[in-house]
């Protein structure tokens, strides 16, 4: 019988190498590892050098494209109406996969792509992120539910993907925004706004005391009157938004601004100051959430706070604001993404 290891030549063993190696003659071995405490305080082995990475939530998305981290993406990472706008403008966004759609992802399709971390957001569901981590994809979740989780998520994924100077930069700009908010209310503010925050299900549905919402009120120099609530997006009654009588009412992004006219006509609603007042307001942007998990949500701080407190704000225009942070953490200003402010 011939001996098989007369079999490999020195051309073989050669081609092995390559094979083993992927063809990467970097000077970045593909094989080397950092470890880290994700999130969720899990212990997470990732590559030291990621080449492909997913985010399936846009929490992560966001992040990657506030980072100029976005041509590692296998997976679009942003979805909803800033996707669409994105998709119309930025040929690279358009020519990625789009596999996921709010919650819901293929998982089969997303495995196929190869990534080499995958990042969720804190709330998925661990089965669900077991279905990746046996295919051999390390997940690192992020969260947040309040801008210091926020910028903690910024600092773990920048070390990941190895720009810390972006990472702080982008800190940087959300914190001068939301120290402009603070000093321009110091001293104002006597007693705080009571708001409620309605969205996504319907005007029934309010955010709590967990939730970020509650936090952009507060540093807006509001209260939010649902604070005492706990969990997220917390059915209530008619009863009960009557008994707390809110000032203003905010309505999350999901929500049409035509919305305004049948909550005013409501016969439920009629005893309750912000609709005697008419002041109810929609979060403004038609692309881009800003008050929901996300770094950026620093502009809603500040469209809050000029929309409570309109005299302190008087310079600040929000299309301008938009547009310049848009352009520096996201590529594309506001405007060019065919942004625009509901009235």
């Avoid at 082995?45 to 494209?65: E, N, Q, S």
């Avoid at 930069?169 to 708001?195: D, F, H, S, W």
């Avoid at 905010?250 to 035509?258: E, Q, V």
Wanted: hydrophobic share 45%; aromatic share 10%.
């Amino acid at each position: 019988m011939m001996n098989p290891t007369r079999l490999v030549t020195p051309l073989g063993i050669f081609l092995i190498i390559l094979c083993v190696s992927g063809c990467n003659f970097s000077d970045k071995p593909p094989q080397a590892t950092l470890t880290i405490t994700d999130q969720l305080g899990r212990q997470v082995t990732v590559p030291k050098h990621p080449r492909h990475i997913a985010a399936l939530h846009h929490f992560g998305g966001k992040i990657v494209y506030a980072l100029n981290q976005q041509n590692l993406l296998v997976e679009r990472g942003i979805y909803g109406r800033e996707a669409m706008a994105r998709n119309k403008i930025d040929p690279a966004f358009a020519a990625l996969p789009n596999l996921i759609q709010g919650h819901g992802f293929n998982v089969e399709g997303l495995v196929s792509l190869n990534p080499e971390i995958i990042f969720s957001y804190a709330s998925m569901n661990t089965s669900e992120m077991k279905q990746f981590e046996n295919a051999g994809i390390p997940v690192v979740a992020v969260k947040g539910e309040s801008f210091e989780e926020s910028f903690d998520a910024i600092r773990l994924m920048a070390t990941i993907l190895r720009c810390e100077a972006q990472g702080d930069a982008y800190i940087t700009a959300c914190k001068n925004l939301l120290k402009m908010v603070e000093k321009r209310l110091t001293g104002q503010v006597t007693a705080p706004i009571k708001v409620m925050f309605a969205g996504p299900k319907g005007m029934y549905s309010v955010a709590t005391g967990n939730m970020l919402q509650t936090r952009i009120l507060e540093l807006s120099g509001a209260v939010n009157v649902a604070k005492e609530l706990s969990g997220f997006w917390v059915d209530v009654s008619p009863e009960q938004i009557a008994n707390w009588n809110p000032d203003v009412i905010f309505l999350g992004s999901y929500f049409n601004a035509d919305d305004r006219e049948k909550i005013y006509t409501n016969p439920q609603f009629a005893t309750i100051n912000a609709i005697k007042k008419r002041a109810i307001h929609p979060f403004p942007s038609n692309v881009g959430w800003w008050d929901y998990p996300a770094p950026h949500c620093v502009i809603g701080v500040v469209w809050s706070a000029k929309t409570l407190y309109p005299d302190l704000f008087v310079d600040i225009d929000m299309t301008e604001l938009a547009n310049e942070f848009y352009k520096n953490f996201s590529g594309f200003s506001f405007e060019a993404l065919g942004g625009q402010l509901a009235p």
